[in-house]
């Protein structure tokens, strides 16, 4: 692995965490066990999204990459890239006979009945605001929660969630991913008196602290689900326990970077879905209690033979796809400058990856 003269002791000992949720690469494997992730996102109006979140998630490493979209947006994300697979089963006004009279569950159904194929959802990117998608999006929100399987919620995601913050208070599956925009509507519509980041920088002080406090003080106020604050700094926070990514990133602000951010996520959900399952042996002890504190979640991440518990993963999958994310920026504005998009991050993914975490032990990656 190459020199990290950029990332800070505590960050390469997360990363060797991180690197015990990341399935090995063996033959016994078989196609999808590796991840199967599908993004739920696309309108006629936003189809770079999408594809940008469904590429990190594959060049991540998951197996099976899908894009679900609305019937206008199929054709010109399938155009992108053939290694996707492109389903136009989101509704929208334009599809429907009545859209202020519409059964969201019976049309939410096409999609509901891929989840049992499913490892990880990505919910938002370029998804839009047309009324019947979101209505939809939203039963499918429910479904995915009835069944535990984890999703990441970006964008107009986080808008559904604003509007109806129980979809998603006190699960304990979820990734939200904010920008400071998008964290002050969620505060406000929880009625939490919080700071935003660029607040936080003009009052001076002890500005770590604040963020994570703001951070924390939303999960807590969602029941515990986790956090991304992007940002200057991304504050990733479960309510119990808050980490600042002292990853640096690129200067360029270019739209589309979140989506690497989602992509990644959903990999790494899908990865951490494996780990638990067991689907390989990682030779380590199981949990007799999982961590529900600061200290116990301190204790598993310093332990080296004891099995994490699902928070803890959960927190760690957060961080390193932001770790991911912010890498991929450093890399790709390094070689580009202010000319960076964010189709030169989707470039970046494996190698950040590599730099960052590396393949676990045991991985074979010659033949």
């Known amino acids: 692995m190459e ?7 505590s960050s390469k000992i997360l990363f060797g965490k991180v690197r015990k949720i990341v399935p090995p690469m063996l033959e016994k494997f078989h196609k999808g066990q590796q991840g199967r992730v599908a993004v739920i996102g696309g309108c006629v109006d936003y189809t770079g999204a999408p594809y940008f979140s469904a590429m990190a998630s594959a060049k991540l490493g998951c197996d099976m990459s899908h894009v679900l979209c609305e019937r206008s947006a199929a054709p010109v994300i399938k155009s992108y890239s053939p290694n996707l697979m492109v389903h136009p ?26 989840l049992s194929r499913l490892h990880a959802l990505v919910i938002g990117p370029g998804l ?13 929100i429910k479904e995915a929660r009835k069944r535990e399987i984890p999703f990441v919620l970006d964008a107009d995601g986080l808008l559904i969630v604003t509007e109806n913050p129980d979809l998603v208070k006190g699960y304990n599956e979820c990734i939200l991913t904010p920008n400071v925009v998008e964290f ?8 939490v008196q919080v700071s935003s980041q660029a607040d936080i920088a003009k009052g001076g ?32 926070s479960n309510g119990v326990t808050s980490i600042i990514n002292d990853i640096p990133g690129g200067l360029k602000r270019s739209g589309g970077q979140g989506d690497t951010l989602t992509g990644s996520l959903g990999t790494l959900l899908a990865w951490r879905a494996a780990y638990h399952s067991q689907l390989w042996d990682t030779k380590e002890k199981d ?5 529900s504190n600061r200290e116990e979640v ?11 518990s699902p928070g803890t993963t959960l927190l760690l999958a957060a961080w390193a796809g932001s770790s991911i994310t912010r890498e991929c920026s450093r890399r790709a504005f ?34």
Do not use: W, Y
């Not at 929208?92 to 509901?112: C, E, R």
């Not at 949990?287 to 961590?291: G, L, R, T, V």
């Not at 993914?349 to 010659?366: Q, Y």
């Open 3 to 9: 020199s990290l003269h950029h990332v800070t002791t």
């Open 89 to 114: 089963l989101l509704p929208s006004t334009d599809t429907v006979k009545d859209p202020n009279s519409i059964d969201a569950p019976a049309l939410a159904g096409p999609i509901v009945d891929m």
């Open 128 to 140: 839009g605001r047309d009324g019947v998608t979101l209505k939809v999006v939203a039963e499918v």
């Open 184 to 191: 002050g509507r969620l505060a406000k519509a929880l009625g």
């Open 205 to 236: 002080g002890d500005t770590t602290s604040k963020e994570s406090e703001a951070c924390e003080q939303l999960s807590k106020a969602l029941g515990g689900v986790a956090i991304i604050q992007k940002g200057p700094h991304d504050v990733i």
């Open 287 to 291: 949990n007799e209690k999982a961590a």
């Open 298 to 308: 301190q204790a598993e991440l310093e332990s080296e033979d004891r099995r994490m």
């Open 334 to 367: 390094e070689a580009k400058g202010r000319s960076m998009q964010a189709s030169d991050l989707t470039e970046e993914v494996h190698g950040s990856f590599l730099r960052l975490i590396g393949e676990p032990e045991g991985s074979k990656t010659h033949l």
